[in-house]
């Protein structure tokens, strides 16, 4: 390894005298060096003339080389580095999915893993989304590398208040184009929206575009406050629907195309592995 380095520096600065300096050896001891390697190698990694040294191109492809794997390693133990020097294990995650699922889950976390704090980045877009221990995600797992699992599978069903639902008296499919719907806005999330809903329920026919919003939770909020009826995800919704905030309006349900799943991050911790496992068995 000490060979490797002392070349590194050598074709770096293309002189024996400026590595010696930068290594603190003397002129002598980078020859050595290099003499050395060169022997090991079988290849002359240097011309050598009165006025110095330069680089052959095997010299070149090698000086390359090392320089492409210090990089990796400098960036391997600079994560290291802040992973270990980072207290809490980070969760990235959208909103609706911290506060329906992931909050009242960590909740139990904590009280049979007190010493392990959980951070959660909240968040709706994908900026900065590997910058974090674990990742939680609503769609094709399989097109997803790494270290991941499922959470869980839902199904989708149409939802409303308990005033909203008496007051219209929903009992066909059909029925449903007539109300009052809130539309949840998730360009590119992989949601289904009213549309795909009935579609896969048999009806195509046109709906009234009512409330249009873009947060799931606000949603679920303006269905409770009776202002329509929302699609709801059986597994976000269940406190919704325990509670009776919001009820079934139809016995109808589609089953989703997508999962809710969990990955760890690559460098992730021993306590974020145990995060992972956690929240596995626990969904």
């Given at each position: 390894?000490?060979?490797?380095?002392?070349?590194?520096?050598?074709?770096?600065?293309?002189?024996?005298?400026?590595?010696?300096?930068?290594?603190?050896?003397?002129?002598?001891?980078?020859?050595?060096?290099?003499?050395?390697?060169?022997?090991?190698?079988?290849?002359?990694?240097?011309?050598?003339?009165?006025?110095?040294?330069?680089?052959?191109?095997?010299?070149?492809?090698?000086?390359?080389?090392?320089?492409?794997?210090?990089?990796?390693?400098?960036?391997?133990?600079?994560?290291?580095?802040?992973?270990?020097?980072?207290?809490?294990?980070?969760?990235?995650?959208?909103?609706?999915?911290?506060?329906?699922?992931?909050?009242?889950?960590?909740?139990?976390?904590?009280?049979?893993?007190?010493?392990?704090?959980?951070?959660?980045?909240?968040?709706?877009?994908?900026?900065?989304?590997?910058?974090?221990?674990?990742?939680?995600?609503?769609?094709?797992?399989?097109?997803?590398?790494?270290?991941?699992?499922?959470?869980?599978?839902?199904?989708?069903?149409?939802?409303?208040?308990?005033?909203?639902?008496?007051?219209?008296?929903?009992?066909?499919?059909?029925?449903?184009?007539?109300?009052?719907?809130?539309?949840?806005?998730?360009?590119?999330?992989?949601?289904?929206d009213w549309a795909d809903w009935l579609r896969a329920?048999?009806?195509?026919?046109?709906?009234?575009?009512?409330?249009?919003?873009?947060?799931?939770?606000?949603?679920?909020?303006?269905?409770?406050?009776?202002?329509?009826?929302?699609?709801?995800?059986?597994?976000?919704?269940?406190?919704?629907?325990?509670?009776?905030?919001?009820?079934?309006?139809?016995?109808?349900?589609?089953?989703?195309?997508?999962?809710?799943?969990?990955?760890?991050?690559?460098?992730?911790?021993?306590?974020?592995?145990?995060?992972?496992?956690?929240?596995?068995?626990?969904?």
């Amino acid at each position: 390894m000490s060979a490797l380095v002392a070349f590194e520096a050598a074709a770096r600065h293309v002189g024996f005298k400026a590595a010696a300096r930068e290594l603190n050896v003397t002129p002598a001891a980078i020859s050595h060096q290099v003499k050395a390697l060169e022997t090991e190698l079988g290849v002359s990694l240097f011309h050598r003339h009165h006025r110095g040294v330069d680089l052959t191109e095997t010299g070149a492809y090698l000086l390359v080389a090392l320089q492409r794997g210090f990089e990796a390693m400098a960036e391997a133990v600079a994560q290291l580095r802040q992973r270990s020097n980072r207290s809490s294990v980070s969760i990235r995650v959208t909103t609706a999915v911290s506060s329906l699922w992931l909050t009242p889950k960590l909740a139990q976390f904590w009280k049979a893993h007190g010493d392990v704090s959980v951070a959660q980045i909240v968040s709706d877009t994908d900026h900065g989304a590997a910058d974090c221990d674990l990742s939680l995600h609503y769609g094709d797992m399989s097109a997803d590398g790494g270290t991941r699992d499922i959470l869980f599978h839902d199904h989708i069903i149409a939802l409303a208040s308990p005033r909203f639902a008496e007051t219209h008296g929903i009992s066909r499919v059909e029925d449903l184009a007539q109300l009052s719907l809130i539309h949840h806005d998730a360009p590119g999330s992989g949601w289904t929206d009213w549309a795909d809903w009935l579609r896969a329920l048999g009806y195509t026919g046109p709906l009234r575009n009512s409330h249009r919003v873009n947060n799931y939770v606000i949603a679920l909020q303006a269905a409770e406050d009776d202002m329509g009826a929302v699609l709801g995800w059986a597994g976000l919704s269940r406190t919704y629907l325990e509670t009776g905030r919001l009820v079934p309006l139809l016995p109808d349900k589609v089953e989703t195309k997508e999962d809710f799943y969990v990955k760890l991050h690559p460098h992730a911790s021993d306590r974020a592995r145990l995060v992972y496992d956690w929240l596995l068995a626990a969904a």
